[in-house]
């Protein structure tokens, strides 16, 4: 069994890892510093909410008309550029007297160039891991995200204490650009995956063909609506204990790092191919429905820690989708996978919050757990006929053996 060692040693997995932990900790930190500049500065705890996650809802503009660009530029070339167009634009965010518009315009931009990074990376990954290593490296690359957060939010808290917030931004920028070093002189250059010039023609063309395929269209809907309906859970942490949110997020980020480690590392092949994702779903959800009861603390930290183990059912459906993906079109299938997950996501904590308007916070966490199970169990039949004889992905219909 190949294990993560194995994967290190993989000559380009080194330098891919570590510009997604420096971009990684840059995003995070810049984010932490924006939303504090934004609220000391105007005051709007939404403004400073938008500031903060704006971009990731702005990833849709990038996978709706850019994302063909994934597969059709030199990943070396894409890779390095948006890590210096992050670097840039975080370091034009710390100006003083910036206006909110030109700041907000400068998030649109980082949001939607954000998308195509996402699908180059990921599409990169897929070459240059073998295909039986794949699932391990995307492993190791959300544990590397989920630990550049968990640092980024506890480090960046300190620089903006101590530096100020402009000066943190300054510090994610500067972290920006060693990422687009590392990619610079640590990668090789290789060819597109794909033909042909980049455009929103092209970008909605595939979008279109990758949604007409029902296998895949499951893939998808497993991948982001059970996943965001649980992000809506979390988001309610806040009202639901403000006084244990911090511990809450952390035993979430704890419990999302350990399924990834077991179901990259430890599950077989076999047992990735059958129901083993749909029980993951189902766990990811189960215990917020115990929230309603208002759990006493230790149980509270111990559900939300079991509950986010079964994140990792995101890893066993990006490694279907790409089984059922030609090749030319890996890195913006995975893209969409990435813009659409983190959209659902923003929606589904707005959708949360707007419930908790009306009724109580762990009575809207069950309600949006209870959500995330019906989807999941209604997605289930299909996605069990999509499996092929052997309980693997059958091979897609559009031209990939």
């Keep these: 069994m190949l294990t993560y060692r194995d994967v290190f040693r993989v000559p380009r997995f080194g330098p891919l890892f570590t510009a997604g932990a420096l971009q990684g900790a840059a995003s995070t930190t810049s984010g932490l510093a924006l939303g504090v500049l934004v609220f000391t500065t105007t005051g709007s705890p939404l403004l400073s909410a938008l500031s903060m996650f704006g971009s990731s809802l702005a990833q849709l503009l990038g996978a709706t008309l850019l994302m063909s660009a994934a597969d059709r530029l030199p990943p070396r070339a894409a890779l390095t550029g948006s890590a210096l167009f992050f670097g840039v634009g975080t370091a034009v965010l710390a100006l003083p007297g910036l206006p909110l ?3 907000f315009a400068v998030l649109l931009g980082q949001g939607a160039v954000a998308a195509v990074a996402g699908g180059v990376r990921y599409g990169l990954l897929t070459e240059i891991l073998p295909e039986d290593a794949y699932l391990l490296g995307r492993s190791l690359l959300n ?14 808290g300190a620089l903006v204490a101590v530096l100020s917030p402009r ?35 092209a970008t909605w063309r595939t979008n279109a063909l990758l949604w007409s395929s029902a296998p895949r269209r499951r893939v998808y809907l497993a991948l982001w609506l059970p996943n965001g309906l649980v992000v809506g859970c979390e988001s309610l942490f806040v009202p639901y204990a403000p006084d244990r949110a911090g511990p809450l997020f952390a035993c979430a980020a704890l419990g999302m790092l350990a399924g990834d480690t077991l179901a990259g590392r430890f599950l077989p092949a076999r047992v990735r191919g059958g129901a083993a994702s749909t029980w993951l779903l189902l766990l990811l959800a189960g215990p ?8 006493g603390p230790p149980l509270t930290l111990a559900l939300a820690a079991v509950a986010s183990t079964g994140f990792s059912a995101s890893l066993l459906f990006q490694e279907r ?21 983190l959209t659902t996501q923003g929606v589904a904590a707005s959708v949360a919050g707007a419930v908790a308007q009306w009724v109580p916070a762990g009575t809207a966490i069950a309600l949006m757990a209870a959500a995330s199970i019906a989807v999941t169990l209604a997605l289930a039949p299909g996605l069990r006929r999509d499996r092929g004889p052997a309980g693997t992905a059958p091979a897609p219909a559009d031209g990939r053996a």
């Excluded at 590397?144 to 960046?156: P, S, W």
């Design 101 to 103: 518009p030109v700041l």
């Design 143 to 156: 544990m590397c995200a989920g630990t550049a957060q968990v640092a980024g939010y506890a480090v960046g």
């Design 288 to 295: 917020y429905l115990l929230f309603a009861l208002r759990p």
């Design 167 to 201: 000066g943190t931004l300054l510090v994610a920028a500067a972290l920006y650009l060693a990422g687009a070093l590392a990619v610079r002189y640590g990668l090789a250059r290789v060819p597109p995956r794909s033909a042909g010039r980049p455009s929103v023609a």
């Design 321 to 341: 989708l790409v089984a059922l993906t030609p090749r030319a079109m890996t890195g913006q299938a995975l893209g969409l996978h990435s813009s659409g997950m």
